[in-house]
Nanobody
Framework: QVQLVESGGRLVQAGGSLRLSCVASGVTVNTVTMAWFRQASGKEREFVAATKRTSSNKDYADSVKGRFTISRDNAKNSVYLDMNSLKPEDTAVYYC?????????????????WGQGTQVTVSS
């Protein structure tokens, strides 16, 4: 059974930092494209960041470029999202996702495997 489990979300002040973790089971993270999405209350789910099977190829939403970093640890079969200079508009449920296709995609429908999400709240 393929499963993704996110953790690390919490309440943080604006300007602060957080690290989100996504632990995979039933799939090896260095064989799939891994991504982070987020969904704010009342809004559609949106792309945040993704990394291809080879970690050197990554993509970010314009809204998080320069502030967020996606990375993977193959030994721990995990993917991370390091978030710095957090803003209130970053408040959302953050989801980890995986797709077997080798290319990065930014649309939620392109990902078949999802975690349950972790809440990030940034106070002003």
């Amino acid at each position: 059974q393929v499963q993704l489990v996110e953790s690390g979300g919490r309440l943080v002040q604006a300007g602060g930092s957080l690290r989100l973790s996504c632990v995979a089971s039933g799939v090896t993270v260095n064989t799939v494209t891994m991504a982070w999405f987020r969904q704010a209350s009342g809004k559609e789910r949106e792309f945040v960041a993704a990394t291809k099977r080879t970690s050197s190829n990554k993509d970010y939403a314009d809204s998080v470029k320069g502030r967020f970093t996606i990375s993977r640890d193959n030994a721990k079969n995990s993917v991370y999202l390091d978030m710095n200079s957090l803003k209130p508009e970053d408040t959302a449920v953050y989801y980890c996702a995986a797709r077997y296709h080798g290319l990065i995609a930014t649309t939620p429908a392109d990902y078949r495997i999802w975690g349950q999400g972790t809440q990030v709240t940034v106070s002003s």
